[in-house]
């Protein structure tokens, strides 16, 4: 690709990338491996010897994945028939098209780590469908349900913070509602640090009251687009006809407290009318320990729904009726479980980038997003964002990332080298956040 600076890798020893592929992405595959363990008495209480034997291959199967990481071993193709095998295949050809003779093979560390990062994951999703009558089974279910569980009271604190909120609405003024606006975001953005792949799937539950620390957290976000958000959807607003649509779209990430933020987010714009239709992007294999699946999405309403809490079951109740309405509707496309950056999304998913033109705006939740949006790269700090999507705009956009991988653009002259010589993990911690916006101003 003509312009563009190297993708980060493994083969920068010491290296985030490096790291991850080293000691993260083995520790995952492990808590896999004994996540599937534990529900062997499951397995055969529901599908007898058969369910037990297939606990064994998924195993064995995913035993010698960590091998073949651990080991540094080629990188090999898909065998499974599966939506997408075929263009994983074609995609790990042209991977090895980058690689000269004398590199040899596609792997682990010396492969672009965002295409091995994503190969893990799917070659977890081949180990499963591989194992009928298990295939059905999500590794990663477990952790995010905890990852709900355990945010209960940060989840009430929401609720109750919107439900307040949407009953004194209507008589907000514009800077009250911007205001409004701005404190969803943020708690919106915050809610991205709960993410169990930095974590190795070590709990990252939300246990502080994320309301009322909004204050404290601001000097953490190095870039902040958000009057442009307000101005975009406001002038919408204003000058829409009766019938039409404002729909924002959201590209979600993580399931647990993420996925509750970006609902209640989501909530505010319909109740302020600053939008009449969110549109919801999610997962369709497991994917990255915690990113939110169909399953997630409707088993996360449903217990919001049926919580022991008013305010909690009257966001829940409205969630569902919403999805009823047409209001909201969840996607499912299986381009956002692919290795591409989202440049290649025109030629590699067409449908999917005519259907994001049609978003008034698109919101993309999180690091792995913002990762694919920009390549993966290893871009000077004070690259223009516009610049770094390599022609990738179907919509004015907004990235909400907090900084969990060594890539960032579109800060000020002097802004990440000040921040790599003061605090050297300021970028991989999910410490730092951005709003960072590309359309027309
Ligand atoms: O997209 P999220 O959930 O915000 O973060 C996902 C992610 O940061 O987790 C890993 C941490 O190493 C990275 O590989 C990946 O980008
Ligand atoms: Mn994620």
């Not at 991205?192 to 990252?204: A, I, T």
Request: proline share 4%; aromatic share 12%.
């Amino acid at each position: 690709m003509a312009g563009v600076p190297a993708s980060l890798s493994g083969r920068d020893v010491g290296s985030f990338a490096y790291l991850t592929v080293k000691d993260r992405i083995p520790q995952i595959l492990t808590k896999v491996i004994d996540t599937l363990h534990r529900h062997k008495s499951e397995f055969f209480e529901k599908h007898g010897e058969e369910g037990v034997e297939a606990e064994k291959k998924a195993i064995s199967l995913l035993s010698k994945l960590r091998n073949e990481l651990q080991t540094d071993k080629p990188i090999i193709p898909l065998v499974e028939k599966f939506v997408d095998t075929d263009i994983w295949n074609q995609y790990l050809e042209y991977q090895q098209s980058l690689i000269n003779e004398s590199d040899g093979k596609s792997r682990w560390f010396y492969s672009p780590w965002l295409f091995v990062e994503c190969y893990m994951y799917r070659r977890i999703h081949e180990a499963i469908i591989q194992s009928p009558p298990i295939n059905y089974f999500d590794v990663f279910k477990e952790s995010k349900e905890q990852n709900f569980y355990e945010s209960q009271e940060s989840i009430i604190a929401l609720c109750t913070h919107l439900q307040q909120l949407i009953t004194t609405i209507e008589d907000l003024d514009e800077n009250q509602l911007k205001d409004e606006f701005f404190k969803l975001l943020q708690i919106s953005l915050w809610g991205n640090k709960c993410d169990l792949s930095l974590s190795g799937g070590e709990s990252r539950s939300q246990k502080t009251d994320v309301v009322n620390s909004l204050e404290n957290l601001k000097p953490f976000i190095l870039v902040n687009d958000v009057e442009h958000l307000w101005s975009l959807l406001r002038n919408c607003k204003k000058t829409r006809e009766k019938a039409s649509v404002i729909s924002v779209y959201i590209v979600l990430d993580n399931s647990g407290f993420e996925l509750v933020t970006d609902l209640i987010l989501a909530n505010f714009l319909l109740s302020s009318k600053l939008a009449t239709e969110v549109h919801f992007y999610g997962k369709m294999i497991p994917w990255f320990v915690s990113d939110t699946t169909i399953h997630d999405f409707n088993w996360l309403i449903e217990q919001v729904k049926h919580a022991n809490h008013k305010w909690m079951s009257k966001c829940g109740a409205d969630w569902e009726d919403y999805i009823k309405m047409g209001k909201w509707v969840y996607h499912d496309h299986i381009f956002w479980t692919l290795p591409h950056e989202y440049c290649a999304m025109p030629q590699v998913a067409p449908d999917l980038y005519a259907e994001l033109q049609k978003a008034h705006l698109i919101l993309f939740k999180g690091d792995l997003n913002y990762r694919k949006l920009t390549g993966d790269r290893k871009w000077e700090f004070s690259v223009p964002f516009h610049q770094a999507l390599n022609g990738f705009h179907p919509a004015p956009l907004c990235a909400i990332r907090t900084l969990k991988a060594e890539t960032q653009v579109g800060l000020q002259p002097g802004q990440g080298e000040q921040l790599m010589a003061s605090e050297p993990s300021w970028w991989t911690t999910g410490k730092y956040g951005i709003f960072q916006y590309d359309g027309p101003l």
